[in-house]
């Protein structure tokens, strides 16, 4: 087996892997870093989101997701990252080994200085909701039709039924409203989407496609085809249907953006502790993992609405990289960051004390408040207060603190709030 | 004889069929196989519970209790020159009050009485130190040493190409449409196309009464019992053993066991159907598979389910297996209502059933060449690294992993398609791309591509089993510039 030594590995050639990448070559020009990528090309899932809304936050401009992604492969095509394609990691080592495997190069093993997990995430499927009915074609994930479209120029079906109003969900519908199809119907079971406002109202409300909240798929029809897909309403307190409730309505596909799950297959293996809300690795605030030397950014890690928040994640996971490869990392004690009174969850999940400057803390809350104020504590003490006229789970929150005020545990919550 | 003659047609390409087939190549005879759908395993062979049954649960001196016990004892061999998976984990029939500790000792007694080697009537605890993920309120339990678990589509795979690696040839895509006597022989129709077979076996599993009826014998009618499952990710196992809940009428109630791959199904509800070909999932049976399979394991953790299926079995109006040559047409054998244990006697059928050939006529002289052996598809992801790096090094596309959650290579996806798979479900059944948590929401669009290319077949005809299972509806809408 080839054996090559690297300063920093990251795993995956997506948005994350490439801006930590490129953030750990910047911090230390003198290392080797190398990314790994299963795909044939450099940037993930951007390459097949060809709409725009990318990059508003990050480049001030409005890109398609090929065109964001290319701003970092021109970058990295300069800068001395090794990249491997069509390169799948098998095994990640508590030794930091990198197991790979490549039709041009066989077996591999990387040794790294440090690691960055920038694998992305999956799309959850039918068979994890348990859906009823036949098994017929027709049934995809809303990336996977995605691909189909974008990528392979085909057409997954005619007449859509959609479940779920995640992002991707909304862009597809949006998508083959445009390429002739016709998109009966989006179902949320939620009173709320877990989508971002702007795609609700360009995607659906322009075009003129119905969304219901508080309804589900409650069978699949077809034996061979997706031929109709009921729907019924859901109880708001119970999720489940209401008997009575039940439309079939008449489709040949029904394509599902009923959420995304972290990659952490590869984490899990290597005895790294998961956050069982994130489904990603337990971090700190420079996304260093609980292996030393093992650093996580982006969807992996958790779940994002903007890839402009993952550029930012993944760039603080590769200067880390660098710094712990070059032996610079700071080893102080760190503090626990819990997510209370609604907020789901926080990353990072602990922080270093005795830092200067400021550290973001991203979280999620797990219903639509409207007016909402969180608050972070140290002990009793308010080290942090931001207010919103409104907080969903569709949208990826974000607090600052002060590092220097961080003595001990931390809490996140919200106070003064009105669940609406 | 001519192109379109034959000794043997066998009509029905699932477990028993496949199994006759392979049994029968060993013989110098020109046989058949034929099936209305366009792959093997596509009826109850490719959802069932997968088990290799002790054999106490047949009544005594049934045809289900003598093709059990003796499908036992010739599964492990099948499996190993087949190079099919086989796990002799052993099974246990667990039971929560006195009632049950009546039927497990009926059980007991009905599996002296059938020859089943190995079994041992458990107390609660002796029961859990056996399966330590047992319900405390296990009383009492039948343990099996001989029940074992398989991968039920890849034996009738394995069968299938065995039996073709030996000259059987196969027919599939082809629905039999008409049976008639003609010069001595059986004149098997197809739509348009037909064949000429000294000899029938009938082994159609749910339309076996149909086919049965064709040639006048109306003596037996097969009814369709839907089975539901629900299969879970590979890390969330937690039995190592079989388990199941006493019986009643309607079958071996719902078990919990582990899989060959690794992962781990709870199964089967028992619901008569109308429809033969009802395969649907119901929210009743997804709930009837929770509230039973917690009875038996409180542990379980069905919210690491990755999908739900439904299986057909063949129930027959006799109550037992329809094995023997047709009174109504000495041309015609009969291997019908083969509901469970129907896999576990698969081996014990395929003998019997060309035994009963040879009794109704046809000479079987054994054939020289004939190859006992299949080798599986190379399955990179069970490979040392050694083996890894040398297979690569003998073709590099088993370097490339096409399905992520599974780590299936694109060499392995070729060889199925080399050796039969024309879907995306038959490259899934032969290689388990598309099988993992993903479900193919990664690889179906990378599987499509190999098929596509290595089939010669434009994407927009590929389908996902055949038929009116269409993937794609066209491409994008064409722009004139």
């Known amino acids: ?420 | 004889m001519s192109v379109n003659e034959y000794d043997v047609a066998i009509i029905g390409a699932g477990v028993t069929g496949c199994a006759i087939a392979r049994q029968l190549s060993q013989y110098s005879v020109r046989a058949v196989l034929i099936d209305a759908a366009e792959d093997v395993a596509m009826g109850a062979s490719r959802a069932n519970s997968a088990i290799v049954h002790a054999g106490y649960d047949c009544k005594p001196g049934s045809c289900e209790a003598r093709m059990n016990v003796r499908g036992n004892e010739l599964f492990e061999t099948w499996c190993r020159d087949l190079s099919v998976p086989f796990n002799r984990c052993g099974s246990l029939v667990i039971g929560f009050d006195d009632d049950d500790a009546k039927t497990l000792q009926d059980l007991y007694e009905r599996g002296l009485a059938n020859g089943v080697p190995e079994m041992k009537l458990l107390s609660g605890d002796e029961a859990r130190a056996v399966e330590p993920s047992l319900s405390p309120l296990v009383t009492k339990a039948l343990w099996a040493g001989s029940a074992a678990i398989t991968c039920p589509y890849q034996m009738t795979i394995a069968c299938a190409e065995n039996a073709r690696d030996n000259g059987v040839e196969w027919r599939l895509g082809a629905r039999v449409t008409s049976l008639t006597r003609e010069d001595g022989c059986i004149r098997v129709a197809m739509g348009e196309k037909s064949l000429l077979a000294r000899y029938v076996v009938n082994a159609a599993g749910v339309y076996a009464d149909e086919i049965s009826r064709m040639l006048g014998d109306d003596s037996f009618t097969i009814s369709p019992r839907k089975g539901e499952y629900m299969l879970m990710d590979r890390k969330n196992t937690c039995v190592r053993t079989v388990v199941f809940q006493t019986p009643t009428k309607m079958g071996k109630g719902i078990l919990v066991s582990p899989t060959v791959d690794g992962n781990m199904f709870a199964g089967p509800t028992s619901v008569d159907i109308a429809d033969k070909g009802d395969t649907s999932v119901t929210a009743e049976g997804i709930a009837q598979l929770t509230e039973k399979s917690k009875k038996s394991v409180p542990g379980i953790n069905l919210r690491a389910v990755i999908t739900s299926f439904a299986g057909v079995r063949a129930q027959p109006s006799t109550g037992d297996f329809i094995i023997g040559i047709s009174k109504a047409e000495p041309r015609l054998i009969q291997a019908a209502g083969i509901c469970s244990p129907g896999l576990t006697s698969s081996p014990a059928i395929a003998e019997e059933i060309v035994r009963l050939i040879e009794k109704a006529g046809l000479s079987l002289a054994p054939k020289a060449d004939y190859c006992p052996t299949r080798k599986a598809i190379p399955e990179f992801r069970h490979l040392s690294r050694e083996e890894q790096a040398e297979l690569i090094e003998r073709d590099p596309r088993f370097g490339r992993v096409i399905c992520r959650c599974e780590t299936i290579t694109e060499g392995e996806i070729v060889e199925a398609i080399r050796r039969g798979a024309r879907t995306v479900d038959g490259v899934k059944r032969r290689t388990r791309a598309g099988m993992g948590r993903c479900q193919g929401g990664f690889c179906m669009p990378r599987v499509m591509e190999i098929l596509s290319r290595e089939l010669g077949a434009p994407m927009t005809e590929l389908t996902k089993f055949g038929g009116g299972s269409r993937l794609l509806t066209g491409i994008l809408k064409e722009v004139d510039d």
Request: proline share 4%; glycine share 10%.
């Open chain 1, 1 to 420: 087996m080839l054996v090559k030594k690297y300063d920093v590995a990251v795993i995956g050639g997506g948005p994350a892997g490439l801006a930590a990448a490129l953030s750990a070559k910047e911090r230390e020009p003198g290392l080797t870093v190398a990314v790994i990528e299963r795909d044939k090309a450099l940037g993930g899932i951007l390459q097949q989101c060809i709409h725009n809304g990318f990059g508003l936050h990050y480049f001030g401009e409005e890109l398609t997701g090929p065109e964001y992604a290319n701003r970092f492969i021109e970058r990295i095509k300069g800068s001395g990252v090794d990249v491997y394609l069509d390169t799948m990691v098998l095994e990640l080592t508590p030794e930091r080994r990198v197991v790979c495997v490549s039709a041009a190069n066989g077996l591999m093993a990387i040794d790294a200085g440090a690691v960055v997990l920038a694998m992305g995430c999956r799309e959850r499927t039918r068979g994890a909701l348990n859906i009823p009915g036949t098994r017929p074609a027709g049934v995809y994930t809303a990336g996977c039709a995605q691909r189909l479209v974008n990528m392979e120029g085909l057409m997954p079906g005619k007449k859509v039924l959609i479940l779920g109003s995640g992002d991707i969900g909304l862009i597809m519908a949006r998508r083959l409203t445009w390429e002739g199809a016709k998109v009966v119907l989006v179902a949320e079971i939620m009173p709320y989407s877990s989508g971002l406002n702007r795609n609700i109202v360009q995607c659906l409300v322009d075009n003129g496609i119905p969304l219901k909240f508080n309804h589900t798929v409650t069978n699949i029809i077809g034996k061979e085809r997706v031929e109709a897909v009921t729907v019924a309403e859901v109880d708001p307190r119970t999720r489940l249907p209401i008997t009575g409730t039940e439309q079939t309505y008449e489709c040949d596909t029904l394509l599902l953006s009923v959420g995304l799950l972290p990659e952490n297959e590869l984490t899990s293996a290597a005895g790294i502790d998961i956050d069982p809300v994130t489904n990603g690795a337990v971090v700190d605030e420079t996304r260093q993992t609980s292996l030393a030397g093992v650093f996580a950014c982006g969807n992996v890690l958790h779940v994002h609405d903007l890839v402009d928040n993952v550029s930012d994640e993944a760039t603080l996971a590769g200067r880390a990289a660098a710094e712990y490869a070059s032996g610079q990392a700071s080893r102080q004690q760190t503090y626990a960051v819990k997510g209370v009174n609604g907020v789901r969850y926080t990353v990072p999940q602990r922080v270093h004390a005795g830092l200067d400057g400021k550290t973001d803390i991203y979280f999620r809350v797990g219903n639509a408040y409207r007016p909402a104020t969180a608050v972070v504590r140290c002990g009793d003490t308010v080290i942090a207060k931001r207010r919103k006229q409104i907080m969903t789970p569709g949208e990826m929150e974000k607090i600052t603190i002060d590092a220097a005020l961080v003595t001990g545990d931390l809490t996140v919550g919200l106070e003064e709030v009105n669940p609406s």
